[in-house]
Structures are given as structure tokens and as C-alpha cells.
């Protein structure tokens, strides 16, 4: 079979992006561009790699063999390419993604723990949501993940072998709420309250599921805003513009003119807060990482 790095990176970013078209807009190709090295790799492995769906593109059983040798040679590669140019790291890398709720207090407080703990790993970081980070993790484009589940917290892809997947916190769903007008001086709202209320949500599917509206709300919550990051959201709030959803654990960064109400009426919403990794043994950086990421939380 003959195969080049760059049609191997391809099928890579597809497995993880889960089209064609995500896929070139990840490697500034166009999608013509990677549809022929599709073909062109299917051809060559003599086996169909790619299961076209109207839903985007998975591996089947063959694509998957090949994505496992695709990673160890694509590390080798670069391996090589760091001896050639002395560019060997010192350190041991991780690669960590996180869901975007983890960023603002986890993300940091985890990378300064990690400097006092293990100096001797440097951690890269990217935002996803949770089942574009499993993705990531499968293809070997990330090493470890901070997800997110709800119950009844099914396994966080339906691929086989599971994930390696350990508990790290759980934590409720609050509406934050502007500290003046309709909840001025209140810690609690009762669920019907809410349902006339303007919300401040981001765009959300049900492949990849975002907070915003409350997920317990009767009937169709009135979205006012959308925004994405949870600096625009919680400001938004402080403006007096509308409410939103947040974990209860991103209290430490809510903004003056902002409080947290607890929901009654439903039951709590809860959300369990993961590290996954590919099954097997971890290395000694990425226990570090894990280790950090928990204690993080228990402290």
C-alpha cells in the first residue's frame, strides 16, 4: 500500500471532524481536495475506508484499523522532523482539550498546579465540545479530555474499546439571572417563572448539545441573544438582557450585577464533569494531568 503523510493527516482530521467539509476547513483544503484523497486512499488501501452518511462521514472497520497505524507513523514522522531540525522537547507534551465550561476556573487553576507538580509537562490546550473531543481523542489529535455528561452519563461515544473515563466533580445547573429587576434579592426561582423569561443561549443540536435555556424549562424558552463564550453570556446577564444556564462550579466568575438562583419545581440538573483518555495504560504525564485536573476540584 502506498500512502503519503499527507492523505494519512487527512484521513486523521476526517475521523475527527466527521466530514469532508469540516475536514478541509480544518486543513485549508477544499473540499474537492479532500474527497479525492478519500478516494485516492480507499483505492490505495484497497478497502472502503469512509461510511458516507447524510449525517456527515464515519470510519468503518478497515478505516479504523488504518487510523491506529495512521497515528504511530504520523508521530514518527514528526518525530523525525524534530531530530532533523534539533527541535527534540525537553519536556513531555500533553495535549489536553476541554469543554468550554471548563475553561474559565478549571483551565487555569489546573495548569498552575501542574507547574508546582510536574515542571516537566507542558500541556496544549483547545475548546470543543464533548463529542467533538471524543472525536479528537480517537484520531490521536488530543491525549487527554475534560467532558461533560448528563444522566444518565451513557459512555461518552459509542465506539469500541470505550474510553478510559474517570469522575472528576459533579456539579448543578443555576439560572444566573441580572441582580436587578424581575429576581432582584432573590437565591431561588420556581421553574414556571421562567418560562416567559428572555434567554441568553448558545446555538445548540443534538449532536452537540450547549447550555443555555434551562433543560428542564416547560415548553420553548424565548431566546433573546446567542452567543457562544461564557464572558459574552454572563456580561450579557449583567446587563440586564436576559438569563442564562451555568454550572454552579463557574460561580467564581460571575460578574457584579449578576446572581446564581437555584430552580425549584424541576428536578436538579445535574452535570458530571469527566477525564477521558484512550483506553490503556496512561504515561506518567498524563496521570500528572488527570491528577491535577481532580485534585483540582477536591481542593
Known sequence: MDVSSTSLRVLCQIAESGSFTAAAAQLGYTQSAVSRQAVALERSAGAT????????????????TLLRHARTILESVDAAERDLTG????????????VPSAGPVLLPAVLARLARTAPRVRVTTREGTTPSLARALRTGSIDIAVLTSRPPHRPPDGESPRLHVTTAHDTELVVAAPATGTFAGRTSVHVDELVDAPWIATHSSSAEPLLGVWPGLPGRGRIVHSARDWLTKLHLVAGGLGVTTIPESLSPIVPPGVISLQVQGAPPEIRRVLVARLPGTATPAITAVTQAITSTFQS
Open 49 to 64: 475506508l469512509f461510511e458516507r452518511r447524510t449525517d456527515g462521514v464515519r470510519l468503518t472497520r478497515p478505516g479504523l
Open 87 to 98: 527541535g527534540t522537547p525537553r519536556t513531555e507534551l500533553v495535549r489536553l482539550g476541554y
